[in-house]
Nanobody
């Protein structure tokens, strides 16, 4: 089993920045990639950004150019830096880890972009 603990999030003004972090514990060797998904009210959960242990990244078009995902393999932590935040970025953000045919999810952290 893998446990994911998220930190960051909160209320941010439009144009502001925030950093989300997620630390994995448990059977760490099984993790191949980590990332962040988000779910806004009434919408499906969607990928925000993902990174593999080899450093290969992919981003949703909606955040490309204003977000950066990184992974600290030694600390089993993935971080997501988001800049130029927009009201449409408001959602619950979930940390995800996957590998060896299994997926794990964090409990979610609320991000609200509003003035």
């Amino acid at each position: 089993q893998v446990q994911l603990v998220e930190s960051g999030g909160g209320l941010v003004q439009p144009g502001g920045s925030l950093r989300l972090s997620c630390t994995a514990s448990g059977i760490i060797f099984s993790i191949y990639a980590m990332g962040w998904y988000r779910q806004a009210p009434g919408k499906q959960r969607e990928l925000v950004a993902r990174i593999t242990r080899m450093g290969i990244t992919n981003y949703a078009d909606s955040v490309k150019g204003r977000s950066s995902i990184s992974m600290d393999n030694a600390k089993n932590t993935v971080s997501l830096q988001m800049n130029s935040l927009k009201p449409e970025d408001t959602a619950v953000y979930y940390c995800n880890a996957g590998g060896m045919g299994r997926e794990y999810w964090g409990q979610g952290t609320q991000v609200t972009v509003s003035s």
